[in-house]
């Protein structure tokens, strides 16, 4: 892979990195922080949620490791200039925590489709690895939806 192309497809895989990160630390902060007579089966959900996107940051950052770059995942990078808008503090009503959390994998979808598009044709792997983790966010994401209905 050409040196521009290596640096492209890293690029798109670190701001997945990062977005993975802070939906792993949001989704957290509602399972910490929900309350309501769904609590118990949002609670145990949010749990798959982080789950994957701490699976999908660490399986990130290993490909920008293999393309030969760097990986970051340091809190400054984090905070200097998120997708995700933060959460609120304080208990978290069942119903707004689905609403948050559909609304935060809804941002990254369309984020990391957009970027898929820059590594659909420089890097196979990596897209396939992209693939696999918009399958996955998708599906959480139709579950969210699906659950909003009956709210």
Do not use: C
């Amino acid at each position: 892979m050409e040196p521009t192309t290596t640096k492209s497809v890293s690029t798109a895989l670190q701001a997945n990195l990062e977005d993975y990160l802070v939906l792993g630390l949001q989704t957290k902060h509602a399972h910490w922080n929900i309350v309501g007579p769904r609590f118990l089966e949002i609670h145990e959900f949010l749990d798959d949620v982080y789950a994957s996107a701490q699976t999908f940051a660490d399986d990130s950052a290993e490909r920008i490791r293999a393309l030969k770059s760097t990986a970051n995942g340091n809190l400054d990078v984090l905070v200097a200039d998120p997708l995700l808008p933060a959460m609120p503090t304080g208990e978290i009503f069942d119903a707004d925590v689905l609403s948050l959390i559909l609304h935060r994998l809804e941002l990254i979808i369309e984020a990391v489709r957009t970027r898929l598009e820059k590594v659909e044709d420089a890097d196979v792997v990596s897209a396939d690895l992209i693939h696999a983790q918009l399958l996955a966010l998708e599906k959480h994401a139709w579950m969210l939806r699906s659950w909003t209905v009956a709210a």
